[in-house]
């Protein structure tokens, strides 16, 4: 989206308070439009999911898991979807300070392994 269209749903959105877009959407223009925009949105959303949910498979098989098929990579992040979804907001935020040090961690670590690979050019 570009600045114009923010400021555009800016004024929507100032001029009626404590509405959301789909009660707008039906203001400006009817149950029709209204059931153009569930479309698509519901349309946006799945097309992220399926986005994101191939983005992952592939990256997880490169990095972990070579020869698993992608079912069960898929099943995986479906469950912790599901998961993620039943503990809500707090644990979310929860599991996200006790793994982000982890990472940060692996991530330093993994850097000082590959340092002796690292090959100094003289200039």
Same mark, same amino acid.
């Given at each position: 989206m570009q600045p114009s269209h923010f400021g555009i749903l800016f004024k929507f959105f100032f001029k009626f308070?404590?509405?959301?877009?789909?009660? *707008? #959407?039906?203001?400006? @223009? @009817?149950?029709?439009?209204?059931? *153009?925009?569930?479309?698509?949105?519901?349309?946006?959303?799945?097309? #992220?999911?399926?986005?994101?949910?191939?983005?992952?498979?592939?990256? *997880?098989?490169? *990095?972990?898991?070579?020869?698993?098929?992608?079912?069960?990579i898929n099943l995986l992040f479906i469950i912790g979807m599901f998961v993620g979804l039943l503990c809500g907001f707090k644990g979310i935020f929860r599991t996200s300070v006790i793994i982000a040090p982890i990472i940060l961690l692996s991530l330093f670590y993994m850097f000082y392994a590959y340092l002796k690979t690292i090959k100094k050019e003289k200039n």
């Amino acid at each position: 989206m570009q600045p114009s269209h923010f400021g555009i749903l800016f004024k929507f959105f100032f001029k009626f308070p404590n509405k959301d877009f789909f009660e *707008i #959407s039906e203001y400006v @223009g @009817g149950k029709t439009l209204r059931n *153009i925009s569930y479309f698509l949105v519901a349309l946006y959303l799945t097309t #992220s999911v399926v986005l994101v949910l191939s983005e992952f498979n592939e990256n *997880i098989r490169n *990095i972990l898991f070579k020869n698993a098929p992608s079912e069960y990579i898929n099943l995986l992040f479906i469950i912790g979807m599901f998961v993620g979804l039943l503990c809500g907001f707090k644990g979310i935020f929860r599991t996200s300070v006790i793994i982000a040090p982890i990472i940060l961690l692996s991530l330093f670590y993994m850097f000082y392994a590959y340092l002796k690979t690292i090959k100094k050019e003289k200039n």
